[in-house]
């Protein structure tokens, strides 16, 4: 990365937000202008039908209830109804619902097997009904429902108090995604100091030389002693999520952060990222190179207890997981 390249690639990016904020000005006017004509949808206003919702309904009953419950009150898989499900779906607009239904639900269904769009659009009616939103007169539509405006009514909704409350903040992905999205790179960066020169770190990208994406760029604008620091805090302030309400394994089962290992688990966890901290700013290589076995252990404390028991957590069979051992 030649020093020209970041200063090219940063002033590209400035422009981008230039112009953003510029389109997104003119128009802000006009959907002000529109918003004073017609004040935006959200579920309060019966934007599915009775007819719809039934047919999601029937639906229902044969492709989701048996890991979501019949009553949508949750099972194998997680409720469908209740403050945590709708504080969590009202902060995006209605086409998250059926974004998630349409492309990822059932999970990791056959070509054969996956929804049509009006199955979807038929489910989110169902989904909208059990929880209480009014049917009107006409369908919630298929046709560009993954763009659909519809949104939620302001506000904190059920459950919502002048106090944050917990269910506010309740995480978008899963463990596993939260686990290969945060914990896996900021532990490997550090683990690699084993293997490299803290100024190498990270290392350059060699798979398309000339090449490089802004992701590329970006690895390397915090680069040396300063990315260990910043992997070794990422990993100590994320692991506060793994106490998170709401947070859930991929197969659907809470994460047991009430249960007194799982707390020993976590509090281990930043205790090392902290001490992974302090010896980048100390940029002893010796030290910190040494100490990622403590690392390494305080992962596979956890593991192997709500991972990787008796094959539970490889081979594909996840459906142990989140379960003490
Ligand atoms: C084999 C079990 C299974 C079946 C069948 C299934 N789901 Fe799911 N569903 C899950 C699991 C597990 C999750 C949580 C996954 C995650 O968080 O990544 C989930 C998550 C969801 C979510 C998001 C909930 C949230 O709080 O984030 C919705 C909505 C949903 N499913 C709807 C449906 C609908 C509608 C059907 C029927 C077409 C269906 N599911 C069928 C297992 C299933
Ligand atoms: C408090 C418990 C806990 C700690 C600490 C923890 N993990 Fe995990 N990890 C889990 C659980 C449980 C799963 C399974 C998640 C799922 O299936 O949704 C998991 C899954 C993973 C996965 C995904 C495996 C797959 O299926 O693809 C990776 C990668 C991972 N962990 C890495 C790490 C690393 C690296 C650390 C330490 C820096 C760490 N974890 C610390 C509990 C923990």
């Known amino acids: ?63 989701c209830a048996g890991c979501h419950g019949q009553a949508l009150a949750g099972a194998s898989a997680p ?27 059932p999970p990791k269904a056959e070509a054969n097997a996956q929804l049509t769009s009006e199955q979807a659009a038929d489910l989110v009616a169902h989904v909208l009904k059990s929880n209480g939103f009014p ?9 560009d429902a993954a763009n659909s405006p519809i949104g939620w009514p302001p506000g904190r909704g059920v459950g ?26 900021n532990s490997n960066l550090i683990f ?6 803290a100024k190498d770190l990270p290392s350059p990208p060699i798979t398309r030389p000339g090449e490089l994406t802004t992701f590329d760029w970006g690895l390397m604008a915090y680069a040396g002693w300063p990315s260990v620091e910043n992997a070794s805090t990422a990993l100590a ?12 394994c991929e197969n659907g089962r809470a994460a047991p952060n009430t249960e007194p290992d799982w707390i020993k688990f976590t509090d281990g966890m930043i205790s090392v990222a902290r001490r992974s901290y302090r ?22 404390a956890c593991h192997r207890v709500y991972r990787d028991v008796g094959g539970r957590g ?12």
């Not at 100390?282 to 690392?295: C, G, H, R, W």
Request: one cysteine or more; proline letters at 4%.
């Open 1 to 63: 990365m030649s020093y020209a390249r970041g200063v090219l690639l940063t002033a590209l990016a400035t422009l981008t937000f230039v112009t953003l904020l510029i389109t997104s000005s003119s128009l802000g006017a006009q959907a002000g202008a529109q918003a004073a004509a017609q004040a935006p949808r959200t579920v309060q206003d019966g934007v599915y039908t009775a007819v719809q919702a039934s047919r999601g309904q029937a639906l229902y009953a044969q492709r």
């Open 79 to 105: 409720a469908l109804t209740g403050d945590l499900f709708t504080n969590k779906f009202r902060m995006e607009p209605l086409s998250a619902l059926f974004i998630q239904i349409r492309y990822a639900m």
């Open 135 to 143: 049917a009107g007169q006409t369908d919630f539509p298929a046709a």
């Open 160 to 185: 919502a108090s002048s106090a944050p409350s917990p269910s506010w903040y309740s995480p978008t992905g899963n463990l596993a995604q939260l686990m290969r999205g945060v914990f896996f790179h």
């Open 192 to 197: 690699s100091i084993q293997e490299a020169e």
């Open 237 to 248: 302030d994320a692991s506060a999520l793994l106490m998170l309400p709401g947070l859930r």
């Open 279 to 300: 010896l980048a700013q100390t940029k002893n290589k010796e030290a910190l190179s040494k100490f990622t076995l403590d690392l390494s252990n305080a992962c596979n």
């Open 314 to 325: 490889g081979a594909g069979n996840t459906s142990g997981r989140c379960m003490h051992r």
